[in-house]
T-cell receptor, first 111, second 120 residues
Framework: GQQVMQIPQYQHVQEGEDFTTYCNSS?????IQWYKQRPGGHPVFLIQ?????EVKKQKRLTFQFGEAKKNSSLHITATQTTDVGTYFC???????????FGRGTSLIVHP | DSGVTQTPKHLITATGQRVTLRCSPR?????VYWYQQSLDQGLQFLIH???????AKGNILERFSAQQFPDLHSELNLSSLELGDSALYFC???????????????????FGPGTRLTVL
């Protein structure tokens, strides 16, 4: 499948600061999904983006899909300690649904 | 709680052995996906079953096999185990086939708590 590059690998922030993670692909994506995995937990689906230029909000989380559908971002405003975890993007490949996950960005929030 | 159950939670075994991991999807979900998560490889898709039939294969080794039974539960069989097979194994379920783009939740997968496999 395609590869999505996710950056940064780690991000330390002070509680209250903003956080952004990026997913980039060299090819056009059909859609992109975002998951969150808390330490010791399992991935939890957050959202799927499908349309070019799409922006979706979930409380303090803002998800964007690039105009060319080659990149996506997840932005968290005013981080809280409950935001700690690893955020993954995932995209599907081809006709068969083969999800390919980015390596994830681990968010560490310091109180 | 996602509604997906996996057993066992932990498994410790020796190289060369064979183990079976079990997954029960959420009620009503026809799709089961298996993933391997290790520190150096991240979350890797292994295989997808839909209503008892294999739909897609990812980076699954030949030593690994899976099946989905008529009651929709699935088993992942790992044989001739090697040290490098130590990882977290997740299964996930979803309602449909995947590849659905009609809504922001249409490809939502629900992950189980995982089985941590340690090969010594």
């Amino acid at each position: 499948g395609q590869q999505v590059m996710q950056i940064p690998q780690y991000q330390h922030v002070q509680e209250g600061e903003d956080f952004t993670t990026y997913c980039n692909s060299s090819t056009t994506l059909s859609n992109i999904q975002w998951y969150k995995q808390r330490p010791g937990g399992h991935p939890v689906f957050l959202i799927q983006l499908v349309k070019s230029g799409e922006v979706k909000k979930q409380k303090r989380l803002t998800f964007q899909f690039g105009e060319a559908k080659k990149n996506s971002s997840l932005h968290i405003t005013a981080t809280q300690t409950t935001d700690v975890g690893t955020y993954f993007c995932a995209e599907e490949s081809g006709g068969s649904y083969i999800p390919t996950f980015g390596r994830g960005t681990s968010l560490i929030v310091h109180p | 709680d996602s509604g997906v159950t996996q057993t066992p939670k932990h498994l410790i075994t020796a190289t060369g052995q064979r183990v079976t991991l079990r997954c029960s999807p959420r009620s009503g979900d026809l799709s089961v996906y298996w993933y391997q998560q290790s520190l150096d490889q991240g979350l890797q898709f292994l295989i997808h079953y839909y209503n008892g039939e294999e739909r897609a294969k990812g980076n699954i080794l030949e030593r690994f096999s899976a099946q989905q039974f008529p009651d929709l539960h699935s088993e992942l069989n790992l044989s001739s185990l090697e040290l490098g097979d130590s990882a977290l194994y997740f299964c996930a379920s979803s309602v449909g086939l995947g590849g659905q783009r009609w809504s922001e939740r249409s490809n939502e997968q629900f992950f189980g708590p995982g089985t941590r496999l340690t090969v010594l």
